[in-house]
């Protein structure tokens, strides 16, 4: 591969769609990956105020759910107890009908970075999970190849995280996520720390993956162009406290061109709309407190 | 801005930076032994460098006469055991060294463990950590002689006395640096372990603990350093039927050799500054480069 020898972080996605994702490879039974959060409020043990205030959001199996919002709505905590490791104080999470206890490999989560485990090589970062899950050695490396071949990475295995550029970590992150199988991914603003080139390549990328494995996600990000483009759902969150104040379907069929301009106004729309809800919002915290909110 | 006309001594070669530094060394003991031969100050006071040879190379059994005869025996160290022997192999100083090594091989390995355990509780525990977090940084203002006294009352002069000064010594800052080790790691490891279903000790042996590695092993430098001190302190002060490096210069003191008080000194420091520089040091480089903390040489 002569692009990846140019510059790794800029290498050419190369991924076979296989039509039919992880919903019709397992055979009968229901698709799994149904999310749920019904009237979930979080306010921290130590922190001032409540972050959550009753957000109820339902993910689909296979569905791709973005929660866009200002920083420090809650986004990120909102993520946390999908994945379970925050407790909500009070409300309900739930899984295919079954309440969140803890983490767990069922709800694989995508950090924002600097996540991997840097004395590993990014396949043992990958086949990590499967380790602890117990699979035996056999089995891990055929799973772990078949997961860096899905984010085109097959080549760099033997690699340590140090050595891999930003955009490579964070594909070895979802590999790593993918691996385990999960019912749903949870992904934090994975992309935020990037280079726009490199962003737009890592969405097109997740894009086929996601179209591959059809696994239900929950996408947090403040990029609106991000949630345009990746979405079925868009969430729009307010801060201060953290509620879903508007929900956007996206009606333009995957995969998506990423510069297509349908993605483009539809962005314009939502910015509008984010932009709108914000004043609002301030406007109803100003004359609430008597000062103006923090955007 | 003008270039400077000279350059930073950095910027020098590797062999240059050596070569300078070796001769100044040389020229440092060439005028001290001058100052002995020319002035003459008396050897018994403070002894030239062709005694400290001699005496370190008596107590090896190597019989030299660089320097004039100090007393009797000279220069065979005096109140050593092994008189008999002639072999280097016997000698008072390899014997002790290894009486030594494997003194502190058992109790840094005991300390180690110690230091390990109690770290990780002081970590996990807010409640031992403000009981106990105090006392430990107190400990740690004590010299580790000062162990001894409560060593000899409750242990008696034996082994186990020294080994446990030794790990008085050295146990207390390792679980205060493990314990800070542990502390200064992103949480967002232990996060990313336990969704992938690392529980309980296996997020200890899998996650934690390698993520703590570079930290650990600074702790393992510190407390070797620590350790080695103590048992060299324990041995000058215990006299034991099994003979280390702190007899012999305890024995230099008993018989005034002062040859082979300084010989005894470097040698010890040179047994610290080898571990320091060809096992830690070097472990704690290869970790670094590993966690990309440093750039592959």
Redesign the interface.
Known sequence: MTSSQLRPGLEVPRIEVTPGGRASRKEGGAPRGRLELVDVRYRPPSGPGMILDGITLRCDPGEFVVVVGPSGCGKTSLLHIA?G?VKPTSGRAMLDGREIG????D???V?QE??????LTAAENVG??L???GVPAGEREGRVAEALRMVSLSSAGAR????LSGGMRQRVAIA?ALV?EPAVLLMDEPFASLDAQTRTLLHEQLQRVWWETRHTCLFVTHSVGEAVRLADRILVMSAHPGRIRKEIPVPIPHPRPMDSPELGELGHIVRLEIQEEVTRVNAEVEAMVGRPAMG | MSTPKWKPWSAAPRWARRAQLIAVWVAVVLAWEGAYRVVGWRPWIFPAPSHVLDATLGMLNVRTGFGEPLHGAWPGPPGAPGAGSRSIVGSPLVVALGVSGARLAVGFGASMILGLVVGIGLWRSAFLNSLLGPLFLGLQTLPSVCWVPLAVLILGINERGILFVLVMGSAFSMAIAMRDGLRSL?P??R??G?????RGW?LYV??LL??S?PALVGMLRQGFSFAWRSLLGAELILMTQRRGVGFLLSAGREFADVAQVVAVMGVMVAVGMVVDRWVFAVVEQRVRT???LVAAR
Do not use: D, N, S
Request: aromatic share 14%; hydrophobic share 55%.
């Open positions: 994945a490791m803890g983490p767990g490999p709800r694989a989560m950090f600097h996540a991997l485990f840097p004395w990590f999970g380790k602890m899950l340590l995280v140090h050595e790593r385990l | 992103p967002i490891y996060a990313a336990r969704m992938m279903g690392a296996r899998h996650v390698p993520a590695l590993r966690f990309g």
